[in-house]
């Protein structure tokens, strides 16, 4: 079994900081990337930021600048470091891992619950 479990999201007024952990455990060989999705009432879900197991980064054009990505492979975490957070950010913020688990021979998206993120005008 392998769980992916988000946390610290919350309330915060424009201009504010959030950071954003989640954790993969369980029978994990390997995790190739890891990334941050949001999904905002009426919307479909959208890519934040992706980091891969070297470290290269992606982000969604309306983070750049504001949102920075960072993971520790030995712990199979990833945290999301959201500033200058505006109330279009307002989201349920989602933790992905793409692995491979104990097992099998394949690679696996696997999601957490999510965790809400609101931001105040």
């Known amino acids: 079994q392998v769980q992916v479990v988000e946390s610290g999201g919350g309330l915060v007024q424009a201009g504010g900081s959030l950071r954003l952990s989640c954790a993969a455990s369980g029978n994990i060989v390997i995790i190739n990337y890891m990334g941050w999705y949001r999904q905002a009432p009426g919307k479909e879900r959208e890519l934040v930021a992706q980091?891969?197991?070297?470290?290269?980064?992606n982000y969604a054009d309306a983070v750049k600048d504001r949102f920075t990505i960072s993971r520790d492979n030995a712990k199979n975490t990833v945290n999301l470091q959201m500033n200058g957070l505006k109330p279009e950010d307002t989201a349920v913020y989602y933790c992905a891992a793409n692995l491979r688990q104990g097992g099998t021979a394949w690679w696996k998206n696997y999601w957490g619950r999510g965790t809400q993120v609101t931001v105040s005008a």
């Open positions: 980091i891969t197991g070297d470290g290269s980064t």
